[in-house]
């Protein structure tokens, strides 16, 4: 056992360095990444942290933290400046290129969804570094700033991974492009891109009061801790940007139409009396699910994309679909979307699969953090 134990550890002595990594954010998606760096810690290709940053302080070391720790320390830096080992703890840890030593690719990965990070993305990408993100706030926001993301790669010659922006790393944006590649127009998208809205309006039965179904869903980490997020539409209409810009349309957020679920007095009431205010859901979602019972249909709430006579329409909102439509099967948070283009006129290509989750989103990140490193498309 001795021996077979010093061979399994010996890859980790002879490993080189393939890219050093500054992860900002260490939520539950930044913290399921440094259990997944963890366990290829050392390994080819080795991944080097050596910036860890929340949003009150950060923690560096150019010869690497050990991923297994680096969450831990943060926490107890408590935004103060002091050493930890050989690591400092800082509280600007926002931008974090002093870190990188130059001599190998540098990656910063972006887990933190906020807007002051995503702002810097095409600064990054321009210097020379690679950013992977599971931020809408890159790539699904104002045309402009996607535009500069993609410039900055351009003048870097860096890449911007993005896999986990749309799906938590089901093969939509990678598809989109490599039809495009493939010489394929694209048509149309429609898809269930919420994994909250997937599960609310699977389990919803017109039976019990909507407002129940959304309290069950915020209570199990389905929704936002305030629900008016995902009931609002606008998440989706960023996912929904980033897969219509994918596909080479250059929409604005304006271009979107979105159905919003929230009714006025909800949406103006303050957070601490959202709970008591969900009940204005309740009639009209009802009598949306007894209309679509009566036609067989099945309510759910869906992202389309249309080419029509060449103009572009996307919206966001309910529909109420036939039993057996492409989107109105799946499971629990589950997201499916529909793909039209020139091979898949007829019948789309229908991707499906977990939508949402910190696993399978910080597993998104590492996917796109080695395809980088192993200069992979």
Known sequence: MEALARTLEAPRKRAAVAAEIA??????????LLQRIDRLHGVVPALRVVHVANSRSAIRDADGLEPSQARDHLLHAAGAAHVVGKTVATSSGVNPLGTFDGSTPAIVIDATGNESVAAFHADWLAQGVHVVTASKLGQ?????RWQAIQSACRAGRTRYGDAATVGAGLPLLRSLRALRDGGDAITGIAGVLSGSMAWLFGAYDGLRPFSGFVRQARDAGYTEPDPREDLS???VRRKLLILARAAGFALEAEDVVVDSLVPKPLATCTLGDVDASLGVLDGPL?????????????LRHVARLDVVDGRVRARVGVESLPADHPLAAGQGTDNRVAIHCDRY???PLVIQGPGAGAGVTAAALLDDVLRIVRGED
Do not use: P
């Open 23 to 32: 992860l900002l954010g260490v939520g539950t998606v930044g913290g399921a």
């Open 345 to 347: 006129d007829a019948q």
């Open 233 to 235: 539409g606008e998440d």
């Open 286 to 298: 009802r009598d949306r699910f007894q209309q679509a019972y009566k036609h067989g249909e099945k």
């Open 140 to 144: 699904g926001v104002s045309l402009a």
